[in-house]
C-alpha cells in the first residue's frame, strides 16, 4: 500500500509514504498507524462520481488530504478515484480529472464512498462492486451526506445503523427499510461503516475519525487549524426547519465556557442551573433545545474528554486523572472511557499515550 501505483497520477494523487516504505494499514481497524511509528499512513481513499458534491470532497480532502507539519509525522496517505477519466462534478461546477482510476478503492484502508443530490439515479455498477469488495476485505466504509444511499444500495447496509440528511430521511426509510436509520444525529459510527447525516456533518465526522485513530490531542489540533469545534453537541435535530420562536432562549456559550473551565471542580446540574440564574428544569430544557443532549450528558462527556487529553499527555495515574477531570473515582474513569472510545484507560494509553 506503500508504494505509488498505477492507478493514476497528477492533481488528484496525494500519497505521501516515502517509496521505502512497506508494509500495509490496519484495514477497517481504527488504529490508523501513521509514518510517525515506522508503518505506512492509513490510507484513506474518495470516489468521486458524476454530479458528486464538491463541498463533501472539500471536506474530506481538508481532514485526511493535508499536511501537517506541526504534528511531526504524516497521518493519511490520500487519493482520489473515479470511474471515468473525467468527473463532471454537481451542478456542472467543473471537470475533475487527473484522479486515479476505480482500482484505487481496492488499496483503501477507509473508502469513503460518492454522495450526490439526485439520490433516486441509482449507482453505476462499477461503484458498487468497488464499494462491496471493499467490505469484503474489511476496509472502513465512510458516507458523507448522501453517501448513505451509495452504501445502501451496494447492500453493505443492511441491518446496520446509519444516518442521512433529515430531508431524505422518510425516502430512505422507504427505499431501505432494513437500515437502522437514525436521522437526529450529526453522525453514527457503527463500527466498520460510519456515515455523517448533512454537508457540514462531513467534517463532525471527519474529526471523529481522526480522534479515533490517533486520539483526542490530536483531533484537537487539527479542529484548531480548521477552526471548527472538535466535537459539536447535539444532532441535526438543531437544523430541521421548525417556526422560529417568539421569544428564543439565551445561548448556553457563556455557561459552557464556564463549565470547561471548572470540570474538575465538583459541578452538579443544580450548580450549573444556578450560575445561568435558571431552574434545572429549565436548564435541561434549554440543553436539550440548543445541544440536543441534557446538562449531566454534557458535564460527563467533557470530563471525558479532558480525561482522555490527561493520559495523552502523559498523566498514568488513574485516581489523579480521575480528580483533575472531575471524573472523581479511578471507577467512574473506567467505565466512562470504556463506554465513549471502548477502551480501558491502559488500552487507550498504549494507543494514544506519548
Do not use: K
Not at 211 to 224: C, K, L, T, W
Not at 242 to 269: F, H, I, K, M, N
Amino acid at each position: 500500500m506503500a508504494q505509488e501505483n498505477s492507478h493514476g497520477s497528477g492533481p488528484g494523487r496525494r500519497h505521501r509514504a516515502d517509496s521505502s516504505d512497506s508494509g500495509s494499514g490496519d484495514s477497517g481497524s481504527g488504529s490508523g498507524s501513521g509514518s510517525g511509528d515506522g508503518r505506512a499512513p492509513h490510507h484513506v481513499v474518495v470516489i468521486v462520481d458524476e454530479n458528486s458534491n464538491p463541498f463533501e470532497l472539500g471536506c474530506a480532502a481538508e481532514v485526511f488530504g493535508l499536511r501537517r507539519p506541526e504534528l511531526g509525522r504524516e497521518l493519511y496517505a490520500f487519493t482520489l478515484c473515479s470511474p471515468e477519466p473525467r468527473t463532471l462534478m454537481r451542478d456542472g461546477f467543473f471537470t475533475l480529472t487527473g484522479v486515479a482510476d476505480l482500482g484505487a478503492a481496492d488499496t483503501a484502508d477507509t473508502l469513503i464512498v460518492p454522495n450526490r443530490p439526485d439520490t433516486e439515479v441509482p449507482r453505476r455498477p462499477a461503484v458498487l462492486d468497488a464499494v462491496r469488495r471493499a467490505h469484503a476485505r474489511g476496509a472502513r466504509l465512510v458516507g458523507f451526506c448522501s453517501g448513505a444511499f451509495t452504501l445502501a444500495e451496494a447492500g453493505v447496509l443492511d441491518g446496520r445503523r446509519a444516518t442521512a440528511h433529515w430531508q431524505w430521511a422518510d425516502d430512505f426509510r422507504r427505499r431501505f427499510p432494513t437500515v437502522h436509520l437514525e436521522p437526529d444525529v450529526l453522525f453514527v459510527d457503527d463500527g466498520d461503516i460510519l456515515t455523517a447525516a448533512g454537508s457540514a456533518a462531513a467534517l463532525d465526522l471527519g474529526l471523529h475519525l481522526v480522534r479515533r485513530d490517533f486520539g483526542a490531542e490530536v483531533a484537537n489540533s487539527v479542529s484548531r487549524r480548521l477552526v471548527f469545534a472538535a466535537h459539536r453537541d447535539g444532532g441535526q435535530r438543531q437544523f430541521v426547519e421548525r417556526p422560529v420562536p417568539d421569544v428564543p432562549d439565551e445561548s448556553l456559550a457563556p455557561l459552557l465556557a464556564w463549565a470547561q473551565e471548572r470540570l474538575g471542580d465538583p459541578l452538579t446540574v443544580p450548580d450549573l442551573a444556578a450560575r445561568a440564574a435558571v431552574s434545572p428544569a429549565t436548564l435541561h430544557r434549554r440543553f436539550r433545545a440548543q445541544l440536543g443532549t441534557t446538562p449531566l450528558a454534557w458535564l460527563n462527556g467533557e470530563r471525558t474528554a479532558l480525561a482522555c487529553r490527561l493520559i495523552e499527555r502523559g498523566e498514568e495515574r488513574l485516581d489523579v486523572v480521575a480528580h483533575r477531570s472531575g471524573l472523581g473515582t479511578a471507577a467512574n474513569l473506567r467505565a466512562r472511557l470504556r463506554r465513549e472510545t471502548g477502551l480501558s484507560p491502559s488500552a487507550y494509553r498504549r494507543r494514544f499515550g506519548p
